[in-house]
T-cell receptor, first 112, second 112 residues
Framework: AAGVIQSPRHLIKEKRETATLKCYPIPRHDTVYWYQQGPGQDPQFLISFYEKMQSDKGSIPDRFSAQQFSDYHSELNMSSLELGDSALYFC???????????FGQGTRLTVV | DAKTTQPTSMDCAEGRAANLPCNHSTISGNEYVYWYRQIHSQGPQYIIHGLKNNETNEMASLIITEDRKSSTLILPHATLRDTAVYYCIVRVTADSWGKLQFGAGTQVVVTP
């Protein structure tokens, strides 16, 4: 069965650079969630989208922005990267906001 | 959202049943209990969820007490591949966009 696809799987950026993470949800899923997981931490909710509109917002820094496109894929844009942004970033999708969410394999971002 | 309390860690012998407890004493009537697991640095994997009835699928069984203040996830025949962090999450579904709030889960180690 098709799963959530995230790209790239690994990314290395320097401080103050910009990064873009992409998420392709399971077909016919209209809801996307983004999570950040720092080293030794539990996943933290960043932001979610339903039908291409932002639906909920968590502890997402102002330097980060995200959107969901007409084909339901989503992108997380991160600017002025800091060392503390080094983390695993997971995307999840669900066929509706309150149904089971399925996660991708994540993007490991390293800021040097 | 209601908070959950789980043991920090548990060991289980391969082939035996693993019973993972979760306390959610402040759960509300419209909140579901979800279980996810995360195998080292992989994306969280959906296991099962329920509202008040016991649930079973190909992966596990979920037993919810009658007062809904606690639940137990049962892995019937643990294998080495079940070694993971298991998260019990209470999820609001009414007037909510369905985000999952991960707390401190249980590190389960299955030993030969």
């Amino acid at each position: 069965a098709a799963g959530v696809i995230q790209s790239p799987r690994h990314l290395i950026k320097e401080k103050r650079e910009t990064a873009t993470l992409k998420c392709y949800p399971i077909p016919r899923h209209d809801t996307v969630y983004w999570y950040q997981q720092g080293p030794g931490q539990d996943p933290q909710f960043l932001i979610s989208f339903y039908e291409k509109m932002q639906s909920d917002k968590g502890s997402i820094p102002d330097r980060f922005s995200a959107q969901q496109f007409s084909d339901y894929h989503s992108e997380l844009n991160m600017s002025s990267l800091e060392l503390g942004d080094s983390a695993l970033y997971f995307c999840a999708s669900s066929r509706a906001p309150n149904t089971e969410a399925f996660f991708g394999q994540g993007t490991r971002l390293t800021v040097v | 959202d209601a908070k959950t309390t789980q043991p920090t860690s548990m060991d289980c012998a391969e082939g035996r049943a693993a019973n993972l407890p979760c306390n959610h004493s402040t759960i509300s009537g419209n909140e579901y209990v979800y279980w996810y697991r995360q195998i080292h640095s992989q994306g969280p994997q959906y296991i099962i969820h329920g509202l008040k009835n016991n649930e079973t699928n190909e992966m596990a069984s979920l037993i919810i007490t009658e007062d809904r203040k606690s639940s137990t996830l049962i892995l019937p025949h643990a294998t080495l591949r079940d070694t993971a962090v298991y998260y019990c999450i209470v999820r609001v579904t009414a007037d909510s966009w369905g985000k999952l709030q991960f707390g401190a889960g249980t590190q389960v180690v299955v030993t030969p």
